[in-house]
Structures are given as C-alpha cells and as structure tokens.
C-alpha cells in the first residue's frame, strides 16, 4: 500500500516539475523572442507560461516588460498589478509600473512606486535614476540631483547617469557643473555620440564655437548616420562663417535622407549667406514640392528671385505665404521691397506698413527711404 501511494506521490511531484520547467522554458523562449524582436512570439510563449503556472509573478513581470516595450502602457499596468498581488516584494515590478504610470501621467501613482521599489532595494541604481527623471520632469530639480548623485554613487560607471545629471544641473543654473559631469559622461563612455553632442550644445551657450565644433566632429564619428548631428554642426559652421563647410553638412544630410526637408531647408539658407541665389533656389523649390504648406520655403524663395531681379516670381512667392500666414512680417517686407523695385510704390509702402505693425523693425527704415 505505501508502494502504491509512494509511486501516486512521485508521480504527481514529477508531474509539477515537468510543468514548472515548461513554464521556465516559454519564459527563456519569450525573452529569446524579444530580445530578436519577435514581441509577438513573446508574449504567445509568456501566455502559454501563465496557463501552466498562474501564479508565477515572474510570468507576469516578464509579460509586463515587453508590452512596455510595446508602448502598451496599460496592459503593462494590468500585468505589474497581478506580478504585485502574488509577490509584494516584487521590488522591479514597482519600479516597471513606476514608469509605466509615468508614461500614462499618473506622476504621483509613479513617484509612491517608485518609492516603494527603493525601500524594498534600496541599492537599486535604475530605480533612482527614474525617480530623479520624475522629479526632473515636474521641475524638483533639488530632489532630482539627490537621486542622481545616489545612483552615481551606486553606479560610478554608468556614462548616462552624468549626462542625465547634467541636464539637471542645467536647469539649476550650474553649467559649469553640468561641464563636469559632460566631461565624466564622455571619460566613462568615450564612443557614445550623444554626450559629445550635448558638450557641444553647452559649449555653444558659454562662446565656445570652435570647440564644440571638435565636439560634434566626435559625435558624427561614432553616430555617421546621424543627420541632426549635421545639421547642428552645419548651422554652426554658419555662426563662424564657414559657409564651404556648412553646405557639406547638409549636403551629408541629403546623402544620408534624400526624403529629409531640413536638409535642403538649411543648405539653401547656406547658398543664400553665398550669395549663390540660383543653387539656393533650387534647394526652396525642392522643399516646397516636398511640403507645399512650408511657409518659409516660400518667403526664402521670394528673397532669391528678388536678388536675382525675378521681383514678379518673386511676389507670386510672397503671396503663397501671405495667404498661409496672413501675420507673416517677413513676407509682407519682401514683398514690399519687390513692389518697390516694379516702382509699385503705393503698394509696397503698404506692404512695409504691414511688416512694421507685425514687428519687423527693418520695415521701418525701408518704409523711410521708399515712401516719401
């Protein structure tokens, strides 16, 4: 009789370590699935885990993280809150809901999750960082660099951490301190294109143009992909009046995304400080055919053919903007100054009459000389 009994047992016992180790492995399968891409395998192997063991939380907490992954914010929330009710100590679980709320802007939900995280791991770096990011995000800057210093202290070696810091000692007013951390991000992590970007940005606000310059030379070397890099380093290009070197910038942009506007945008803006109205024309009309509605296209475009003594073309471009923006100073002023060079006079000091009462204060010396 024990025999039997003993055989009943083991049976059942090797039974639930089959379907313990079968839940174990749609787990393993689903995070291999996700970390390929495949979200929507893994969360079929993650509900095929929570039909073999409903009350495992990992289950739940791993499911969770993916539909984050997805942007299923709410469905994230629902699997954190069951991951929760079977184990209070989920400490990750917090902090996954944590941002979860946050992105749904339930901030106050999101800051007593996180809370709770650290009192169950109070060496969790992660979790520090985020609530420094929440605090940063509703403007506590003092408690944002107490979270930010913890979780350096608990990570020294996490590059992200001081560029994440600076930001804050940015909007402290610290740029000096905020250098210091750009300086730490980048001795920390020397190949990551972001930091030597925002150094840059940083180094443009205290004057030092050249520099960021060097900066943004780091960023495209480890990011050469990344057009905003050039369109940044082409714009500055422009402020020390490297117009050559500007053109080439968006230029790479266009290489790089033919179907990207700011591209031609800011490579005619280049050709015009050139001089060179005929390339720069074409650079408007192109962004114009991509975007119909691109108000500036249309007022820089006006400015070309006024130079070059195409003033009609040149209206019919003002009118274009006018009638998009009624408001728009700058084109009322060229259009203006076209009807002037046709010897329109009663119109064009009508137009400058107009760009002056929107605030373009240049109406006012042309209107001066014009209208007499």
Same mark, same amino acid.
């Given at each position: 009789?024990?025999?039997k009994?003993?055989?009943? #047992?083991?049976?059942?016992?090797?039974?639930?370590?089959?379907?313990?180790?079968?839940?174990?492995?749609?787990?393993?399968?689903?995070r291999?699935?996700?970390?390929?891409?495949d979200f929507?395998g893994?969360?079929?192997n993650?509900?095929?885990?929570?039909e073999i063991?409903?009350?495992n939380?990992?289950?739940?907490?791993?499911?969770?993280? $993916?539909?984050?992954?997805?942007?299923?914010?709410?469905?994230?929330?629902?699997? #954190? *809150?069951?991951?929760?009710?079977?184990?209070?100590?989920?400490? &990750? %679980?917090y902090?996954?809901?944590?941002?979860a709320?946050y992105?749904?802007?339930?901030?106050?939900?999101?800051a007593?999750d #996180?809370?709770k995280?650290l009192?169950?791991?109070?060496?969790?770096?992660?979790?520090?960082s985020?609530?420094g990011?929440?605090?940063?995000?509703?403007?506590k800057?003092t408690? %944002?660099?107490?979270?930010?210093?913890?979780?350096?202290?608990?990570?020294?070696m996490?590059s992200k951490?001081?560029?994440?810091?600076?930001?804050?000692k940015l909007a402290?007013?610290?740029?000096?301190?905020?250098?210091?951390?750009?300086?730490?991000?980048?001795k920390t992590?020397?190949?990551?294109?972001?930091?030597?970007?925002?150094?840059?940005?940083?180094?443009i606000?205290?004057?030092?143009l050249?520099?960021?310059?060097?900066?943004?030379?780091?960023?495209?070397?480890?990011?050469?992909?990344q $057009?905003?890099?050039y369109?940044?380093?082409?714009?500055?290009?422009l402020?020390?009046k490297?117009i050559?070197?500007?053109?080439?910038?968006?230029?790479?942009?266009?290489?790089?995304?033919? $179907?990207?506007?700011?591209?031609?945008?800011?490579?005619?803006?280049?050709?015009?400080a050139?001089?060179?109205? *005929?390339?720069?024309?074409?650079d408007?009309?192109k962004c114009?055919?991509?975007?119909? &509605? #691109?108000i500036?296209?249309?007022?820089?475009?006006?400015?070309?053919?006024?130079?070059?003594?195409k003033?009609?073309?040149?209206i019919?471009?003002y009118?274009?903007a006018?009638?998009?923006?009624?408001? *728009?100073a700058k084109?009322?002023?060229?259009?203006?100054?076209a009807?002037?060079?046709?010897? *329109? $006079?009663?119109?064009?000091?009508?137009?400058?009459?107009?760009?002056?009462?929107?605030?373009?204060n240049?109406a006012?010396?042309?209107?001066?000389?014009?209208?007499?």
């Amino acid at each position: 009789m024990l025999i039997k009994y003993g055989l009943i #047992y083991g049976i059942i016992f090797t039974s639930f370590l089959m379907y313990a180790q079968k839940a174990d492995e749609y787990i393993e399968i689903a995070r291999k699935r996700r970390n390929i891409g495949d979200f929507n395998g893994c969360i079929a192997n993650l509900n095929k885990a929570a039909e073999i063991e409903p009350n495992n939380p990992l289950v739940y907490g791993v499911r969770a993280n $993916t539909k984050m992954m997805l942007q299923d914010y709410k469905g994230a929330i629902e699997d #954190y *809150n069951k991951a929760l009710e079977l184990d209070k100590s989920y400490a &990750k %679980a917090y902090g996954g809901r944590a941002f979860a709320k946050y992105a749904t802007r339930d901030f106050d939900g999101a800051a007593k999750d #996180y809370n709770k995280a650290l009192e169950l791991a109070p060496n969790d770096a992660a979790a520090y960082s985020w609530r420094g990011f929440l605090a940063y995000a509703n403007k506590k800057y003092t408690l %944002a660099l107490q979270d930010y210093n913890k979780a350096i202290e608990l990570e020294p070696m996490d590059s992200k951490l001081y560029a994440d810091r600076a930001m804050v000692k940015l909007a402290m007013g610290d740029k000096n301190g905020a250098m210091q951390d750009y300086n730490e991000a980048i001795k920390t992590d020397p190949f990551y294109a972001k930091n030597y970007r925002d150094r840059a940005c940083l180094k443009i606000e205290n004057n030092d143009l050249k520099s960021a310059i060097q900066d943004y030379n780091m960023a495209i070397e480890y990011a050469p992909k990344q $057009t905003r890099y050039y369109i940044e380093r082409g714009n500055l290009y422009l402020k020390l009046k490297d117009i050559k070197n500007a053109i080439h910038d968006f230029g790479k942009v266009i290489e790089i995304a033919p $179907t990207d506007i700011a591209g031609y945008y800011n490579r005619g803006l280049a050709l015009m400080a050139e001089q060179s109205y *005929n390339g720069a024309a074409v650079d408007f009309e192109k962004c114009i055919s991509m975007n119909p &509605k #691109y108000i500036d296209a249309y007022v820089n475009m006006g400015v070309c053919l006024s130079a070059m003594d195409k003033h009609k073309e040149a209206i019919q471009h003002y009118d274009k903007a006018i009638e998009l923006d009624n408001k *728009n100073a700058k084109a009322y002023f060229g259009r203006g100054v076209a009807k002037a060079s046709l010897k *329109n $006079t009663s119109e064009a000091c009508a137009d400058l009459k107009k760009s002056q009462e929107l605030g373009y204060n240049e109406a006012l010396n042309t209107m001066n000389s014009v209208c007499k």
